[in-house]
């Protein structure tokens, strides 16, 4: 890496945020921390403050605020505190450092992704909901603003490393007629080999064991449900200028090829490595240049096989309510992106049966269907769809 490197990670205290701080440490002071924001684990916040002798801090009410002060024993001054969701977009604009780590799960860090791509940043994403609910107006700002992404989600990064010519970039304009598809592949989650029979009694804690990632309980709900997959196409979309039509789904339970591209001459180009979190963000952190980590190499002696199956709709139907959403537009994916969210935290706090995610999905997108399509003009109109759409969820959820 020729020059330092300044980032500001906008939720280092889940799992995205954490592994980040842990690569960055491979890099021997060639990334500085500049500042950190987290909603929860003020004490694992309070200590990364520590490490990383960061300037800013940005927590989300007056309480995490206090918590803060109470556990800082560092004899170091402490960090500039900043207050809620406003702060968040204020530090998205800072010109003080050059890249943001967009880790902030859910519709939560839709504003400062926003705003980094209008202040022409670098930009690693590893928010889903960034492509799904407003990817039209965020490619738009980062192509008006000459941002620059960097996918951290795994599918997407492996994709961005087929893609990239002599790592300058994607040459959009050479690639366009150059791709016969994009394969994006699955674990299939834990429940692969249920029957539909058996996912009439699954629990928080099942659906939370993802058989080959470490994730955080929302996004390894999402996995299980095989939404999350749906999301992972129409980040496709979006990120890489790509038609539905071009891409495809491949269950492949080792988690060892992250993606593929198909070109129209019959090659195909793969991304493999070890499922960890950890080489899509060496990667992203280090563009152009790669960087030695510790994640470890794969033994293909050992690994011995490679299976591909092809994706159950009936028992996923999240799945096809994703891809439909993607074919009938941005307002489709609002609702979508908030009735999951809605259903996902029901199922979690036990308000509902795994079972019933997609129907509170598939009856959220009935109920909208049935309003005058809204213009989504700006990120006013998006969050006011999503509020709407997220009140409607709730009360369906309410009356299971």
């Not at 980040?20 to 003020?42: N, P, Q, R, W």
């Not at 490595?273 to 992203?284: R, T, V």
């Not at 028992?315 to 959403?325: G, I, R, V």
């Not at 809605?342 to 079972?355: H, R």
Request: aromatic share 8%.
């Amino acid at each position: 890496m020729s020059a330092l490197r300044r980032v500001f990670i906008f939720g280092s205290t889940g799992s995205i945020g954490k592994k980040t701080l842990e690569i960055i440490d491979a890099f021997h002071g060639e990334i500085e921390v500049f500042g950190l924001s987290a909603y929860s684990k003020i004490d694992d916040l309070v200590a990364q403050a520590i490490k990383y002798k960061v300037k800013v801090v940005v927590v989300p009410n007056v309480r995490a605020k206090e918590h803060f002060y109470e556990k800082w024993i560092d004899k170091n001054s402490i960090p500039k505190l900043l207050l809620g969701p406003e702060s968040l977009v204020d530090m998205a604009y800072d010109t003080s450092y050059d890249t943001v780590i967009a880790a902030i799960v859910g519709i939560a860090g839709l504003a400062s992704a926003l705003a980094a791509a209008k202040s022409g940043k670098r930009i690693l994403l590893a928010n889903k909901e960034v492509l799904v609910v407003a990817g039209s107006l965020f490619m738009q700002y980062v192509a008006d603003n000459n941002a620059e992404i960097i996918p951290i989600d795994s599918e997407h990064n492996a994709i961005f490393q087929c893609l990239c010519d002599n790592n300058i970039g994607i040459d959009f304009k050479k690639i366009e007629n150059t791709i016969r598809r994009i394969v994006l592949t699955a674990s299939g989650g834990p429940f692969r080999t249920h029957d539909l029979e058996r996912l009439q009694a699954i629990t928080p804690e099942q659906a939370c064991l993802h058989p080959s990632w470490d994730m955080g309980r929302k996004i390894s709900v999402d996995s299980s449900t095989m939404i999350n997959k749906g999301f992972e196409v129409i980040e496709t979309h979006w990120l890489f200028h790509i038609p539905i039509k071009k891409i495809e789904i491949i269950i492949h339970p080792q988690s060892i090829i992250h993606s593929m591209v198909e070109y129209i001459d019959g090659s195909i180009l793969a991304q493999l490595s070890k499922p960890d979190m950890g080489i899509p963000i060496s990667y992203a952190l280090g563009f152009p240049n790669r960087t030695k980590n510790e994640v470890g190499f794969i033994d293909f002696i050992d690994l011995r096989k490679l299976e591909f199956y092809p994706p159950d709709f009936v028992k996923f139907p999240c799945l096809s309510l994703a891809l439909e959403a993607l074919k009938l537009g941005q307002a489709h994916c609002i609702v979508l992106n908030a009735a999951n969210e809605v259903a996902v935290e029901s199922f979690l706090n036990g308000t509902i049966k795994y079972i019933n995610i997609p129907k509170i999905i598939e009856n959220s997108i009935e109920w909208y269907e049935q309003k005058i399509p809204y213009l989504l003009n700006n990120l006013d109109d998006i969050l006011h769809l999503d509020m709407i759409s997220r009140s409607f969820a709730y009360k369906i959820c309410h009356e299971e």
